[in-house]
């Protein structure tokens, strides 16, 4: 005979990991948040791909910048380059900065791709993944929105699409004119 | 008493090798590194750590790790950047100073009660001596044996 | 007609056959109808045939890649050998829902023939619960979201081919089918135990009846893990066996659970205690099972084996509950009746050992249970992402481990009901001295780690006494039966397998955890880029690019680097090669593996020129003793097979009134 308080105990623990398993349902295991959002764009200085000096992500304090981690090995990297091109014509010359940044490949391929996919805004080499690292990239395509301030205000893992990427822009645009 | 003498050596010495091998000795370079990056997830693989796995990424980690230790940055430090750049999901294992430590109390808790009860049952019984079987039962039991297998074929 | 169309009516046929003899099993149980009980045991029958037709239905469409099924084509290619296109039947979700399926189906017929046959209320009553579960398996595998069987409108040119990882190494025809095996096998014992629930007996007869499936199942179980260990170790490709991956931890729960129910067993079979644990400990067992293949298959947790994010996983949640509180139910409402006959006498005992080890043996497996369902845990309840993984486990489990270790070499050297201090001096001094030669030897040889210290001494103290008790039955058979030394040892297998089998087990287990120890402690890794011809020097071995060549298979494309190692008294050739599948976005890695009793060479392709192939950078680990990992889940194997084996004589020994009732002490 089991004691009342064994009893319990079996039933509370089996109800436990019941709910428990119910609720990983809602959960999608490849969804990870970095650590990054709401907190200072980590600094970088890195080399131009196309040979052309040096970027500090701090010349563009002040500015909107989009950071596009990408590589032309990257499939949805490919697939998400139209909706980059338009949105960067879209901006052309106003205080919005698109940069590439390099993930994971050696930079005469990478630069090829980036003449051959119309990437006109700056791109810049990380070979050794410090960039990558210092912002939480799991894996290319990922794209950073930098408020004004220098804050990194979203995240989007995966191929973005025009709307999201207008739609991140605009709303630090608002933010900085408020 | 011969007897009592092996079993104090035994004991002597197991306690001596372990003193030998507990002994303090101060970490290298490359023992740190080691030691910091089985402590991180690997963030392109499934569940491995940055010490482990053969990615790019992970090697690009490791670099970072080395670098940071030639540097003479404290373990933490190092730690407190990847957390800062991937969250505390980077680590494989949850810090005990936060709320997610409990995690390593269920453990301790699980022991705790089950040699709880264990011993409950255990002094619960009535204590039944048992004395070796006689010279004489030894005896005949054998001889029961060889009997019946005899029997049998 | 098709295999396709085939095996899709064979699985709708057993369907209604398992309802009916569902059905059928209840009426015999009920009514105790002879009729009825032959009805339910054609149905098991015929239900068996039928979803083996099945299975080899798929088989034959997988070989003869007919990619109007679905199933065919998302894991098949017309390239695939012929040995990976079979096994394809477990590569991915439906089909190994379908291999399931057909052992449950084959353990159902079983029960219906030859355990009917043995206890004929108890067995009709359980026979009931297997086809219940074979019903609800057979559910799950005629909805779309799990019918292996979908057929396509139009079949396209080609397939997809199988995962990348899982027609890489043959070890995935073993591994997958032994897992499974043991998986199912525990539900024998667990629909004897309900049965025994279900019908109020507060006795031992479902023990004894499914001691031999217990058994058998564990040892299935547990090859199964060595043997998914060792794929992992020579397909994933970092030099390791064992990353608390969920799967894994899915696989060595259960595991856990059943290796405490074989030893809490015998203290309920000699001493007639533990009888309401014995009982939660086979329903854990099996719990579990269904847990671990919710956890895989559900997509709640993300593993290296995880198939994709499935439909199946509130069903399997729904049939997990469902045995959760039938069982736990019953368990709570018969637990009256089951009473212990007597208690527990002294700590020092047998028994008191088994209990002992039974709690470390249910904290290891609480542990992996909430380690890996913590993540979820941390998710739902603060939102914070978090990662459980190998420094957690190993914090805990080892520990655990070396006190299991300790305990498998005290419990069997202890008589029931308790010790006496002579006793004690007989049985351990000798194996005392052993544990402080083996610790001792483990520092001189440069052993810096307390944990692998620990586990050599406490290896060569449960080998003394594995030793110790052969070296006395040999000298008691040579002395009774006048034997030679080589007779009475395989003898001593022959008239009381159980028990020396039992110790050729924990031999086994002696082995793997000096393979795991050593591996863990000792073992050196280098890397660096290596033009064709420079070489690489670790651990007194010299590595040597001889070349870095591409390779066209039909199937894949690989680049291979040829490794020359010498050193250390041996020279070898070793290819490890980055292999790409049309099927899969990346590479994947293939290690040049050089096993050998000592260490194993293990190199990885890490990176290469993709241009020129004129550099490559290779890792290379020197992993010390990871081969006696094998060599130990074979010996526990072999020691399990030993002690299932009928000893025809064995009920002699037991007939002694002495064995039975030890004479009080006056």
Known sequence: ?178 | MKTRIVIAAAFLALAAALVLAARPHEPTADERVDRITAELRCPVCQGLSVKDSPSETARQMRDLVAERVREGKSDAEIEAEFRAAYGDWVLLSPPIASWSGLVWLAPLAAIAAGLLLATARVRGGAPINVAEPSAAQVAALRERVAREEAAEG | MSAGDLGAAALRAALFLALWGTGAAAYAAWRRDARALVSARIAAGVGFGLVVVAALSMMFALATHDFTILYVAENNARETPTLYSIIGLWAALEGSILLWTAILAGATAYVAFRGTAAIPRLATTALVVMFAMLTFFLLLITTPAADPFVRLALAPENGNGPNALLQNHPLMALHPPLLYLGYVLTSVPFAYALSSLILGEGGDRWLVATRRFALVSWALLGVGIVAGAWWSYAVLGWGGYWAWDPVENAAIMPWLTATAYLHSVMVEEKRRLLRTWNLALVIATFALTILGTFLTRSGVVNSVHSFTQSAIGPLLLGYLVTILVLSVGLLLWRSGRLRDAGAIGAPLSREAIFLFQNVVFMAAMLTVLLGTLYPLIAEAVSGAQLSIGGPYFDRVEIPLGLALLFLMGVGPQLPWHGASRATLERQFTAPLACAAAGALAAVATGTTATAAVLTYALAAFVAATVVQEFARGIRARRALHAEGALIAFANLFRRSGRRYGGYVVHLGIVLVALAIATSQARTVDAEKTLAPGETLAIAGYTVRLSALRSVHEPQRDSVVADLEITGNGSGSQLHPALVQYPSSASAVGSPGVGAGIRDDLYTILAAYDQKALSWATIRMRVIPLVSWLWLGGAVVGVGAVIAALPAPRRRIARQLPLAEAPAPAK
């Open chain 1, 1 to 178: 005979m089991l004691s009342r308080a064994v009893r319990v105990a079996i039933v509370v623990a089996m109800l436990g990991l019941v709910v428990t398993l119910a609720l990983a349902f809602r959960r999608d295991p490849h969804d990870i948040r970095t650590g990054t959002i709401g907190k200072p764009a980590p600094a970088f200085v890195a080399d131009r791909l196309d040979g052309g000096g040096t970027l500090s992500l701090s010349d563009y304090t002040g500015k909107v910048v989009v950071v596009n981690f990408f590589a032309s090995w990257c499939l949805p990297c490919t697939q998400e380059n139209p909706a980059l091109v338009r949105v960067y014509e879209r901006y052309r010359g106003s205080d919005v900065v698109m940069l590439g940044v390099v993930y994971q490949e050696s930079r005469d391929s990478a630069l090829s791709y980036v003449k051959r996919m119309g990437i006109n805004w700056s791109a810049v080499a990380d070979d050794d993944g410090r960039v990558a690292l210092s912002y939480g990239v799991f894996g290319p395509p990922e794209t950073f929105f930098i408020g004004p301030d220098g804050v990194i205000a979203g995240r989007h893992i995966g191929p973005i699409d025009e709307t999201t990427l207008i739609t991140g822009i605009e709303a630090l645009r608002r933010e900085a004119t408020r």
